[in-house]
């Protein structure tokens, strides 16, 4: 019954019908509440593996190849490119607090000047800007991924931290909780019709993660090589549905990402790790 009613309620607020307009907290508690039910096997602590967590072999082969990652060469080259002074000489790590320890927890964020999310890709390519330097293309694997795939491990252990202040940071979320609830594509899914309603269950040799979780470890290295962005991942599972996919860093996802990190908060973020 539980699951119907977080579809419902979500689409309510969606299409403004119902006028049950849940808060950001109340929304990660429910859904937070579903798994619990749902899922009662994985421990809310363990969300953070995804389906892996759901797998006993591919858990146990997740941790073999955290211990010695084959693509920690592609996550030393993105220390490289951190490191690397621009022609002004300054480095990445002057645009970030605390030299960018601890800080991609906080992205995406609302920028009230701006109004819009900021990924934090996008802070990324912010500091490129104002430094003068070339913006980085959003989902490329030999700048921007490679640059998060090291940067991002400078927060690892952090705990997600999205907030949702205001009425532009709410528009933006409520419309990222749309895209998520709403049903699309020739096969009709919603990305909650898999991540929500069936986390835990298989489709084709898969089991489906749930969404909780689903931010905290980005980028990823599928296969143990094919190095993946978060959102690179939306395009997938729009595809699988033959859904309309969007472009890495558009307005549709940036608000997707900040909802599904939403519902994150709470959980210690790992970057660069393994996924099948
Ligand atoms: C047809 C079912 C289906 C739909 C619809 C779907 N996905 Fe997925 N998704 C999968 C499968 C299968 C995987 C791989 C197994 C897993 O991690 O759940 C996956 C993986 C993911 C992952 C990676 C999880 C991880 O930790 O590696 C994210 C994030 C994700 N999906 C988000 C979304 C979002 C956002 C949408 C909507 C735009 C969506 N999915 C729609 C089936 C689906």
Redesign the pocket.
């Given at each position: 019954m539980k699951k119907i009613a977080l579809s419902l309620l979500a689409f309510g607020c969606a299409i403004g019908t119902a006028g049950v307009n849940a808060s950001p907290e109340q929304d990660r508690v429910q859904m937070a509440a579903h798994y619990k039910k749902t899922i009662p096997a994985v421990k809310p602590g363990d969300y953070i593996y995804?389906?892996l967590a759901m797998e006993k072999d591919s858990m146990a082969q997740y941790e073999s190849i955290m211990d010695f990652p084959p693509y920690q060469a592609v996550i030393d080259h993105g220390k490289e490119i951190w490191d690397k002074p621009f022609k002004n000489g300054k480095t990445f790590s002057s645009c970030f607090p605390n030299e960018g320890k601890n800080v991609a927890g906080n992205y995406p964020m609302f920028d009230d000047k701006l109004g819009k999310v900021v990924t934090y890709e996008m802070a990324i390519n912010q500091c490129l800007a104002s430094n003068g330097e070339k913006e980085f293309k959003y989902g490329d694997k030999n700048t921007m991924s490679m640059v998060t795939a090291y940067s991002r491990t400078l927060s690892d252990g952090m705990k997600m931290n999205i907030k949702v202040a205001g009425t532009g940071a709410l528009a933006a979320y409520e419309a990222g909780k749309e895209?998520?609830f709403r049903r699309r594509g020739q096969?009709n899914?919603?990305?909650s019709?898999?991540?929500v309603d069936n986390a835990g269950n298989r489709?084709r040799s898969?089991?489906?993660?749930m969404?909780v979780?689903?931010?905290t470890?980005w980028p990823?290295f599928r296969g143990g090589d094919t190095l993946t962005s978060?959102q690179t991942?939306?395009q997938g599972?729009?595809k699988?549905?033959r859904a309309v996919s969007f472009e890495n860093g558009s307005e549709e996802y940036n608000n997707?990402e900040y909802f599904?990190s939403y519902m994150s908060n709470g959980l210690p973020m790992k970057a660069s790790v393994f996924?099948k």
């Open positions: 995804g389906a895209h998520f096969l899914f919603a990305c019709t898999c991540h489709i898969e089991t489906l993660s969404a979780g689903h931010a470890h990823v978060l991942r939306f599972c729009n699988q549905v997707l599904l996924r």
